[in-house]
């Protein structure tokens, strides 16, 4: 997650260097739509560890995941609501590359993982 910040941010500067305050601004709206809902479903999931806790991980996962989803929308309505000036393309741009961006960094963490030597036990 906190490379998703740290790309989110770079995205921002390069947004409010390249365009307008009103871009900059929604690129960053739609970035915290992408993160928020992200870190929430991040901490409900790893907050159980153990083969002891697997069934109650699994049904927290599922909970999680569409209290993530109802969180994004959410986010959605609100700024299209409350924001007076708001670039909806900008908007959707950085919602989806910070979405992209924490998919991508996952899977790259993953493919990494598998690649590593394995350890002696």
Excluded: W
């Excluded at 915290?32 to 790893?46: D, S």
Aim: aromatic share 12%.
């Amino acid at each position: 997650m906190t490379r998703q910040v740290g790309f989110a941010a770079v995205l921002a500067t390069v947004a409010g260097l390249a365009s307008t305050r009103v871009e900059a601004e929604s690129v960053i709206i739609g970035a915290l739509i992408a993160i928020i809902p992200g870190a929430y479903f991040g901490y409900m999931y790893f907050r159980e560890t153990g083969s002891r806790a697997m069934q109650r991980i699994i049904r927290r996962a599922y909970i999680a995941e569409a209290v993530k989803l109802v969180m994004m929308g959410a986010g959605f309505a609100l700024a299209f609501r409350f924001m007076d000036s708001l670039n909806p393309l900008a908007l959707f741009c950085g919602f989806v590359l910070t979405h992209g961006f924490g998919i991508f960094a996952i899977a790259k963490m993953q493919s990494a993982y598998k690649q590593a030597p394995e350890q002696p036990r």
